[in-house]
């Protein structure tokens, strides 16, 4: 018998044509990709300001850091190299949201869906991080399940290598995410069903 998949399932975060996603920021296209490599390239040239980034200097982002079009798209840094106190933070924020629904589109504080857990749990450790869960695996460095560690994000993904859902990795085989619909948020075994890899921030 099948497994029925875990999904996202705000409509926001879903793709309206193949190859694409929609953003409910609303900034995507021609213009936001080259207003992001011109941001790029500001701050390898050293004459953007720097912005807030845990555990990394501007300078070290600037060399570090590709450019990503979803990243640049949703106009978020791109994090790497995150300390372990922040990674703690983070998960520990997700935690403090333990038993409460998954919700379709739920960004909290009562409810989430799974990419909208990431972001908050993320935010209240100092962490920017786009909506949807395809732009959070594009946020950081793709690595296999094998080398996740505690606070690397786990993403599973359709045929296609569309990013469906998202979860923040505690080790162990464990990980802590909102589900799917009538489901609560919590710490479960990892589920290898279209498990897709691991994104270090």
């Given at each position: 018998m099948r497994t029925q998949r875990e999904c996202e399932r705000t409509e926001a975060c879903r793709p309206t044509e193949r190859g694409r996603q929609a953003s409910p920021v609303g900034r995507s296209g021609p213009r936001?990709?080259?207003?992001?490599?011109?941001?790029?390239?500001?701050?390898?040239?050293g004459t953007a300001p720097a912005l807030a980034q845990p555990a990394a200097t501007a300078a070290t982002a600037a060399t570090a850091a590709p450019a990503s079009p979803a990243a640049g798209a949703e106009g978020e840094r791109i994090h790497q190299a995150l300390s372990s106190s922040t990674v703690e933070k983070a998960i520990d924020a997700a935690e403090s949201h333990k038993g409460k629904p998954y919700a379709w589109g739920g960004t909290g504080p009562d409810s989430f869906d799974c990419s909208g857990l990431v972001q908050a749990s993320f935010r209240e450790a100092g962490v920017r991080l786009p909506r949807i869960a395809q732009d959070q695996?594009?946020?950081?460095?793709?690595?296999?399940?094998?080398?996740?560690e505690r606070g690397d994000l786990l993403y599973w993904t359709d045929?296609?290598?569309?990013?469906?859902?998202?979860?923040?990795?505690?080790?162990?085989?464990?990980?802590?995410?909102?589900?799917?619909?009538?489901?609560?948020?919590?710490?479960?075994?990892?589920?290898h069903y279209n498990l897709a890899g691991a994104v270090r921030l």
């Open positions: 936001a990709a080259a207003v992001a490599l011109a941001v790029v390239a500001a701050l390898a040239a695996v594009n946020s950081g460095t793709r690595i296999s399940y094998s080398r996740a045929n296609g290598g569309y990013a469906y859902h998202v979860a923040i990795y505690l080790g162990g085989g464990r990980m802590i995410d909102a589900p799917s619909s009538g489901r609560r948020i919590g710490e479960r075994a990892v589920t």
